[in-house]
């Protein structure tokens, strides 16, 4: 394809400078005499010249000699002939020769350090935008995708992709759709890599247009990542690569891969870090489980234990007072047990994604009479006022948000002075709706107060309050993923925890 550029782009030149020459000489032969034939020689000077600058030394040789000839024969008594009566002439015959041949090296050489530069200047910029791409990326993947694009729009190709060979060969990142790499393209790809030279073939992939082969398919080219790189991989590229004039297309296919081969590596470490995290916060996560809900499980599975061993001996007459006694503590420690269970089930699906929220328009009427039912016996008798402005709602999910109002109304219940009454009130502001549930009590102490929401926190004051501490990090979690937020404030007077939701259009 180079050749044959190269080729016509020679033959217009030819064509033009044959042109410009016979145009001079037609027109000028008729009317100069041998008295003015300094500014016909500079005529055929400046052809020389410029051709030499537009299309290189050899046409610019070429109108030189031609030149040359034509003045000579033309122009230089005798004329019509090649021969030269004076010894002044033919000196001056040859250095304008020299002058028009030296004068046309000089400007092509000067024309092809211009063109080298600016296809410097283009593959330094084709390489900074690729850089650019992928740090712009805002994870691993979406730097490879990023990359995959800039070097599809760099060659005019129509389509790039990553594959990795681990140990199959996989698509991880594609400037299209994520294609499967078929049993041919894989053995092209291992052959590519396997020979470290780049494999041009058309796929089995129906194309249209200049891309597409003779044979209607879509031309690949498969560029091998470097022996030196922490990944075996593959570049392909779509379609028919056109790199910038003047750039050597093999040396930017050597840096594609080799960014490419960056930004995997880049990825795989992410990903091993993620992996190495995970493994981390999971045996962290079983350290402070067993550290912190050993109590919680145990201390109702003894009460449970030692009630129903008591039941069961008979060497002792108890009284029916007393079997109540028992029934109540394993009916209550029961209870307890299966609301430790269920919170730690609950924490671990919202951890894990595996709550999907059902988003609708609740009303915070019907939500707060549903919540005053369901926690009176966490009230034991005490006072709950519940205010809401009519028609206000938001949009949540129905269960998950009335599990976080309650269980932030039983940790008011838990930690706030027997017998004060608990308040539950509601208001706009702005596009959002605040829960709030305050109570009236000693309050949360600074040291606890940022840690509140933690996983199996339960603070100072709560050492001696049942309780598993993932209440309100079950209350954190659920108003995430309904979109909001919750704030706690205290103060010695007690202590308010606002749930932030997003109001409903209807109340707007």
Same mark, same amino acid.
């Given at each position: 394809?180079?050749?044959?550029?190269?080729?016509?782009?020679?033959?217009?030149?030819?064509?033009?400078?044959?042109?410009?020459? +016979?145009?001079?000489?037609?027109?000028?032969?008729?009317?100069?005499?041998?008295?003015?034939?300094?500014?016909?020689?500079?005529?055929?000077?400046?052809?020389?010249?410029?051709?030499?600058?537009?299309?290189?030394?050899?046409?610019?040789? =070429?109108?030189?000699?031609?030149?040359?000839?034509?003045?000579?024969?033309?122009?230089?008594?005798?004329?019509?002939?090649?021969?030269?009566?004076?010894?002044?002439?033919?000196?001056?015959?040859?250095?304008?020769?020299?002058?028009?041949?030296?004068?046309?090296?000089?400007?092509?050489?000067?024309?092809?350090?211009?063109?080298?530069?600016?296809?410097?200047?283009?593959?330094?910029?084709?390489?900074?935008?690729?850089?650019?791409?992928?740090?712009?990326?805002?994870?691993?993947?979406?730097?490879?995708?990023?990359?995959?694009?800039?070097?599809?729009?760099?060659?005019?190709?129509?389509?790039?992709?990553?594959?990795?060979?681990?140990?199959?060969?996989?698509?991880?990142?594609?400037?299209?759709?994520?294609?499967?790499?078929?049993?041919?393209?894989? %053995?092209?790809?291992?052959?590519?890599?396997?020979?470290?030279?780049?494999?041009?073939?058309?796929?089995?992939?129906?194309?249209?247009?200049?891309?597409?082969?003779?044979?209607?398919?879509?031309?690949?080219?498969?560029?091998?990542?470097?022996?030196?790189?922490? &990944?075996?991989?593959?570049?392909?590229?779509?379609?028919?690569?056109?790199?910038?004039?003047?750039?050597?297309?093999?040396?930017?296919?050597?840096?594609?891969?080799?960014?490419?081969?960056?930004?995997?590596?880049?990825?795989?470490?992410? &990903?091993?870090?993620?992996?190495?995290?995970?493994?981390?916060?999971?045996?962290?996560?079983?350290?402070?489980?067993?550290? %912190?809900?050993?109590?919680?499980?145990?201390?109702?599975?003894?009460?449970?234990?030692? %009630?129903?061993?008591?039941?069961?001996?008979?060497?002792?007459?108890?009284?029916?007072?007393?079997?109540?006694?028992?029934?109540?503590?394993?009916?209550?420690?029961?209870?307890?047990? +299966?609301?430790?269970?269920?919170?730690?089930?609950?924490?671990?699906?919202?951890?894990?994604?595996?709550?999907?929220?059902?988003?609708?328009?609740?009303?915070?009427?019907?939500?707060?009479?549903?919540?005053? =039912?369901?926690?009176?016996?966490?009230?034991?008798?005490?006072?709950?006022?519940?205010?809401?402005?009519?028609?206000?709602?938001?949009?949540?999910?129905?269960?998950?948000?009335?599990?976080?109002?309650?269980?932030?109304?039983?940790?008011?219940?838990?930690?706030?002075?027997?017998?004060?009454?608990?308040?539950?009130?509601?208001?706009?502001?702005?596009?959002?709706?605040?829960?709030?549930?305050?109570?009236?009590?000693?309050?949360?102490?600074?040291?606890?107060?940022?840690?509140?929401?933690?996983?199996?926190?339960?603070?100072?004051?709560?050492?001696?309050?049942?309780? %598993?501490?993932?209440?309100?990090?079950?209350?954190?979690?659920?108003?995430?993923?309904?979109?909001?937020?919750?704030?706690?404030?205290?103060?010695?007077?007690?202590?308010?925890?606002?749930?932030?939701?997003?109001?409903?259009?209807?109340?707007?």
């Amino acid at each position: 394809m180079h050749v044959r550029a190269l080729a016509q782009r020679q033959t217009t030149g030819a064509v033009a400078v044959a042109l410009a020459l +016979a145009t001079q000489t037609a027109i000028l032969a008729p009317l100069v005499n041998d008295d003015a034939l300094l500014p016909v020689a500079l005529g055929y000077l400046l052809i020389a010249l410029v051709a030499s600058a537009v299309w290189g030394w050899a046409i610019g040789l =070429l109108a030189a000699v031609a030149g040359n000839l034509l003045f000579n024969f033309f122009f230089v008594p005798p004329l019509h002939t090649l021969t030269v009566s004076e010894p002044e002439t033919f000196i001056g015959l040859v250095l304008f020769l020299a002058v028009a041949s030296v004068g046309a090296l000089l400007l092509s050489l000067l024309r092809r350090q211009v063109l080298l530069a600016e296809a410097a200047r283009a593959e330094s910029e084709i390489l900074l935008s690729l850089s650019n791409e992928a740090a712009r990326g805002v994870s691993p993947r979406d730097s490879m995708t990023r990359l995959c694009e800039a070097i599809t729009r760099a060659l005019h190709g129509s389509g790039c992709s990553i594959l990795r060979q681990s140990p199959a060969w996989s698509v991880v990142a594609s400037s299209g759709g994520q294609e499967a790499v078929s049993r041919e393209e894989q %053995s092209l790809a291992a052959r590519a890599l396997e020979s470290q030279a780049v494999v041009t073939f058309p796929s089995r992939v129906p194309g249209r247009g200049r891309s597409a082969t003779r044979n209607g398919h879509t031309r690949r080219t498969y560029v091998p990542f470097a022996p030196s790189a922490p &990944e075996p991989g593959v570049l392909r590229l779509s379609g028919d690569l056109k790199p910038p004039p003047g750039v050597s297309l093999d040396r930017l296919l050597a840096a594609f891969a080799t960014e490419a081969s960056i930004v995997l590596h880049q990825a795989r470490l992410h &990903e091993e870090a993620l992996r190495i995290e995970t493994l981390e916060r999971a045996n962290q996560f079983k350290s402070t489980l067993l550290a %912190s809900i050993s109590h919680d499980l145990r201390s109702p599975l003894t009460a449970i234990r030692a %009630s129903a061993e008591s039941l069961r001996d008979d060497t002792v007459a108890w009284t029916e007072q007393d079997r109540e006694s028992f029934l109540a503590t394993i009916e209550s420690q029961g209870a307890r047990l +299966a609301a430790t269970v269920d919170n730690l089930l609950e924490m671990s699906r919202l951890e894990g994604g595996a709550v999907r929220p059902t988003i609708e328009l609740i009303p915070v009427a019907q939500l707060y009479d549903e919540v005053a =039912l369901g926690a009176a016996p966490a009230l034991n008798g005490r006072s709950l006022d519940a205010r809401a402005p009519d028609g206000l709602a938001f949009r949540g999910d129905w269960r998950l948000t009335l599990q976080a109002v309650a269980n932030l109304v039983e940790n008011a219940a838990r930690y706030s002075t027997p017998g004060a009454p608990i308040h539950l009130t509601a208001e706009r502001s702005g596009t959002r709706v605040l829960l709030t549930v305050a109570d009236e009590g000693p309050g949360i102490s600074p040291t606890d107060l940022p840690h509140v929401f933690e996983k199996f926190y339960r603070g100072g004051a709560g050492a001696d309050v049942r309780g %598993s501490g993932l209440g309100l990090a079950i209350v954190k979690a659920v108003a995430e993923l309904c979109g909001g937020g919750v704030a706690v404030r205290s103060s010695p007077q007690g202590t308010s925890f606002t749930l932030t939701l997003p109001i409903a259009a209807s109340s707007t």
